[in-house]
């Protein structure tokens, strides 16, 4: 299949698998971006030989482009770099698997050039879903999901040709490294504790969103801003064997669920394939030895984060930048050792409460609400 791909992330976790997916699928890498990781992007170039390679560092820039001088790659640094990979005339496809808001100008930048965005970055979604949608609207981009609950859900509204027969969106949860316990026992877990996932392995954010299920809340606001419904239609499963990855409940109430291995490469290669499938690199699923299939409610005491997403899905507006600001920089926080795990649903309540919410906010305000967020978490 030829299909040129730009990925904004390419360093990370997504950015590795998504790679991997490009080399079975026989697609070609346009552009490429990462942080500060130069060794690891010199390798991948290498191998890829895209157009243009972007370190947002200036020094990590400074450094590939000393490691490349023997290569035709240009390389290009910041979030003009970045904004140049998202605008790339030869890609038709963008993957945004960047961590954190600051994958929302370039994913703004490469809807209005009508690219096809296959989208991991799920924060983009959470701080401005409802102007993202409008913009793919306007400019006729498809906006596809990488996220494996969200791909989940794409796959079974597939045969679904009256969006009104759908009843509910039910996102399954593993639960996490702390499924069934309680604060108490949550109070002394340290940074090495929380990074230890039962089924995933991703980068450190999004493994500390999962354990403390703030991440679940996060694809919540995700769902309703793709799928275009509201927070009552759409429900949480606890499901610890990550085998089925969502299910949708119609009206007749049948329920299509998508199964497969714990693989993100399955959804990501979907979200550039679609509408076809094809042969990939993701693992097969044997049914006969993935054992019992289990299912419980998620307890919103003990994970505080879930019911704080869950009430700023509600309320809307700017809730959704507020909270995704302050767990940014409160995870950040955690991550330095610096606050302790519960304290980063108790910074995020916090920023909730001071940070006034507005309702159909323009981008600045939406860029304000963050700042004003982290700023929040970082005074208490
Ligand atoms: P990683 O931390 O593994 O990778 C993040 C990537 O973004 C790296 O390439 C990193 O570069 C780059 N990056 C980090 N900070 C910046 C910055 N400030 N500016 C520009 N680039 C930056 O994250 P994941 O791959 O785990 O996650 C990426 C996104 O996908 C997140 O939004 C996450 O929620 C979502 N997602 C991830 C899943 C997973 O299985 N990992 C599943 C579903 C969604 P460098 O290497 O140089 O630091
Ligand atoms: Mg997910």
Redesign the pocket.
Known sequence: MSKRISI????????RQSLDVIAACGMEAAAL?????AA??EEQVRQFKPELAV??DER?AADLRIRLADTPVRVASGMEG?LEAAELPSADTVLT????M??LRPTMAAIREGKRIAL????TLVCAGQLVMEEARDFGAEILP???EHSALFQSLQGCRDRGEVRRLILTCSGGPFFGKTRTELQGVTRKDALQHPN???????TI?SATLM?KG?EFIEAMHLYQVPPEKISIVIHRESIIHSLVEYCDNGMIAQLGAPD?RLPIQYALTWPRRTVGPADPLDLCSCGPLTFAQPDLDTFRCLDLALKAARTGGTAGAILNGANEAAVALFLEDRIGFLEIADRVALALDRVPVIQEPSMTQILEADQAAREAVLSA
């Not at 971006?33 to 990781?37: K, Q």
Request: hydrophobic content about 45%; proline content about 0%; charged content about 15%.
């Open positions: 904004l992330g390419s360093t990370g976790s997504i950015g971006t990462a942080n500060s990781n690891r992007m370190m947002m990590a970045l698997a960047v961590v954190g600051i994958g991991a970055n799920k924060e990488v996220d494996s995933w392995s991703m980068g450190a954010k999004i969103d991440n996060l993100m």
